[in-house]
Every structure is written in structure tokens, then in C-alpha cells.
């Protein structure tokens, strides 16, 4: 089984200013591992993903994501953000080698909070 | 064209009631999911459906049935609803080869008052 801690519930930053959200997994098998955003009242848009390979992932946005095997950690981030990246952001793993029907496993989420 | 489709949005209703939620996709994915959110902003898994046979069925009480007629359509009834299934609830699909990479619907509300 899979789990994901995200580690701040809540992250105030100011415009302009980067930013890190944190999120560890644990996992007994080699892992995909996905951020979605969630903006308010609206569904979740997938951000970025690690498969395989370079371990530094871009996504959407100017977002970009580092997966750590040693630390079991996939931390995303963004060097400049703005007004409209306030939203609630969620970390997710889905474990095994590809393949099921077995769906993600979601943090329990980060809202990020920009100040002008 | 909207990828994963939920009816309706918005759905506010009383105790006791029966009440069934929609989700369609048309990316042509083979498995689709139930999520639940909670006032919290939690993520929970309800049920996954591949081909139309029932893989995933999490601890979710026996009033939630999931009902797939075809890959596309996966629909959600409830029986005798509870204040305690109020919630913001997510159909999703994907392919289930290879990343297994979600796409989500809007979300589709529902109150109990």
C-alpha cells in the first residue's frame, strides 16, 4: 500500500516570491507520482508527473517537481508565482509497474495562499 | 468538448431522500473512478470500475451503489441519504495500461439538509 504526507497544510507567500510544497510518500514498490491543482470550486488539473527518467519534472504553469528516491520525496515548485496560483494542491502515488485500475492516492493537500 | 462530465453540479436535498449522480468520458479510457472529497479538502476513493466490472470498493456504505451500463458511463446512486454524505464528489477515468494518469470531472456537490 501507498501513502502521501503532505507536510504543510497551508502556505501563505507573497507575489512575486518562490515557492515550495512539500510531499513525501511511502511505498513498499517503485511509484508514479503525480501533482494536481485544484482551483476553487472547480475539479482537479494534473500539474505534472514522474514516471521514469530524469528526475526533475516541468509542468503546466512554470511548475516544476524533483523526485527523491533516497528521501522519498517529490517537492514542487515554482521560482516566481502569481495571484492566480492560489489554489489547493495535491500530491498523489500510484504504485506497482503500470497498469489496474487501482487509482491514486492523495495527500491531503496544500493551499497556497498568495499576498499581493 | 468537456473530457469527463458530471450532472448535476449542484445537488441539494433532504434526508431519507434517494438521489444519483451522472459522470460520462469521452477519451475513450477503459476504467473510471468515484472520488469523494470532504469539507476537509480530503481525497478518498469510493469506487473503480474497469471494462464495467467493479475493481476498487473501499469501505463505502452499502446505500453508495455504483452502476457502469459502459466504458463511457459511470453513475452513482445513493440510498437514503445522510447529513454525513454531504461532500463534493469526483468521477475521474483512465487508461488502465501504462501511468494510470487520472483526468477528473468539475465535481458534482451535493448537500443533505
Known amino acids: 500500500a501507498q501513502s502521501v504526507t503532505q507536510l504543510d497544510s497551508q502556505v501563505p507567500v507573497f507575489e512575486e516570491a518562490p515557492v515550495e510544497l512539500r510531499c513525501n510518500y511511502s511505498?513498499?514498490?517503485?511509484?508514479?507520482l503525480f501533482w494536481y491543482v485544484q482551483y476553487p470550486n472547480q475539479g482537479l488539473q494534473l500539474l505534472l508527473k514522474?514516471?521514469?527518467?530524469?528526475?526533475l519534472v516541468k509542468g503546466i504553469n512554470g511548475f516544476e517537481a524533483e523526485f527523491n528516491k533516497s528521501q522519498t520525496s517529490f517537492h514542487l515548485r515554482k521560482p516566481s508565482v502569481h495571484i492566480s496560483d492560489t489554489a489547493e494542491y495535491f500530491c498523489?502515488?500510484?504504485?506497482?509497474?503500470?497498469?489496474?485500475?487501482?487509482?491514486?492516492?492523495f495527500g491531503k493537500g496544500t493551499h497556497l495562499i498568495i499576498q499581493p | 468538448d468537456t473530457a469527463v462530465s458530471q450532472t448535476p453540479k449542484y445537488l441539494v436535498t433532504q434526508m431519507g431522500n434517494d438521489k444519483s449522480i451522472k459522470c460520462e468520458q469521452n477519451?475513450?479510457?477503459?476504467?473510471m473512478y468515484w472520488y469523494k472529497q470532504d469539507s476537509k479538502k480530503f481525497l478518498k476513493i469510493m469506487f473503480s470500475?474497469?471494462?464495467?466490472?467493479?475493481?476498487i470498493n473501499e469501505t463505502v456504505p452499502n446505500r453508495f451503489s455504483p452502476k457502469s451500463p459502459d466504458k463511457a458511463h459511470l453513475n452513482l446512486h445513493i440510498n437514503s441519504l445522510e447529513l454525513g454524505d454531504s461532500a463534493v464528489y469526483f468521477c475521474?477515468?483512465?487508461?488502465?495500461?501504462?501511468?494510470?494518469?487520472?483526468?477528473f470531472g468539475a465535481g458534482s456537490r451535493l448537500t443533505v439538509l
Open positions: 475521474a477515468s483512465s487508461q488502465a495500461s501504462g501511468a494510470n494518469v487520472l483526468t
Open positions: 511505498s513498499s514498490v517503485s511509484v508514479y
Open positions: 514522474y514516471l521514469s527518467g530524469s528526475t
Open positions: 498523489a502515488v500510484r504504485g506497482g509497474s503500470g497498469g489496474g485500475a487501482d487509482g491514486l492516492t
Open positions: 477519451l475513450g479510457h477503459d476504467t
Open positions: 470500475y474497469n471494462n464495467k466490472e467493479l475493481i
